[in-house]
């Protein structure tokens, strides 16, 4: 079946990049997501990227991924203190299918 | 645009009660729209896929009896918990999908966060 992993925890100083990284076990996933979580808020979606793409940036998100090894990873510049919430990483098999994510990593901008 | 709504975005109840909560999508019709439920500090799990118009697919190990999914329009899933327990207790979510640049996309509801005591 579908597994999609992340690390639970982030801390980062207000101005440094932050790198979150989740693995993935289903090579038939098409589309990997990258969604942000504020507390009691729903989720919102910052970036995807398809699979036949290595990279993709979109202002200060950088997603990197290598399909040989089954890894994503979501890079924030100049990390700022909204940014502070948890990112849910997520794979489907094809554009407005069901999402398998990931657990989450809580990332802590700190001043 | 885009918006999704949820209501109510929080409610308690007491045990063998019945409680709804409504997923309304404001500026766009859903024919598709996802029930997904939230244990605290853990991730979204799929309950079940609500189509318009017909019954709504629900995922394994999901109670489809406690769990009534009723997609009555292009704009309004509800789910309805029947005989809530304690463990039923969770912050649920719900996404419909929509369109946007000829890409379909969830976009995600408030969520509601259901106690029952």
């Known amino acids: 079946g579908e597994d999609v992993e992340q690390s639970l925890f982030l801390s980062v100083r207000e101005g440094d990049s932050s790198v979150i990284n989740c693995t993935y076990t289903?090579?038939?996933?098409?589309?990997l997501y990258w969604y942000k979580q504020e507390p009691g808020a729903g989720l919102q979606l910052l970036t995807y990227?398809?699979?036949?793409?290595d990279m993709k940036q979109d202002q200060r998100l950088t997603v990197l991924l290598n399909k040989k090894d089954k890894h994503l990873s979501l890079r924030i510049a100049d990390t700022q203190t909204g940014d502070s919430a948890i990112y849910f990483c997520?794979?489907?098999?094809?554009?407005?299918?069901?999402?398998?994510f990931g657990g989450g990593t809580r990332v802590l901008v700190k001043p | 645009g885009a918006v999704v709504s949820q209501h109510p975005s929080r409610v308690i109840c007491k045990s063998g009660t019945s409680v709804k909560i409504e997923c309304r999508s404001l500026?766009?019709?859903?024919?598709?729209m996802f029930w997904y439920r939230q244990f605290p500090k853990q991730s979204l799990m799929l309950m079940a896929t609500?189509?318009?118009?017909?019954?709504?697919?629900?995922e394994q190990g999901v109670e489809k009896d406690k769990f009534l999914i009723n997609h009555a329009s292009l704009t309004l899933s509800t789910l309805t918990v029947t005989s809530a327990h304690p463990e039923d207790s969770s912050f649920y979510i719900c996404?419909?999908?929509?369109?946007?640049?000829?890409?379909?996309?969830?976009?995600f509801g408030p969520g509601t966060r259901l106690t029952v005591t």
């Open positions: 609500s189509n318009e118009g017909s019954k709504a697919t629900y």
């Open positions: 289903d090579s038939s996933s098409t589309y």
């Open positions: 997520a794979e489907s098999k094809a554009a407005g299918n069901k999402l398998t």
């Open positions: 996404s419909a999908l929509g369109t946007s640049g000829g890409y379909n996309e969830q976009y």
């Open positions: 500026d766009f019709q859903a024919t598709t």
């Open positions: 990227i398809f699979s036949n793409m």
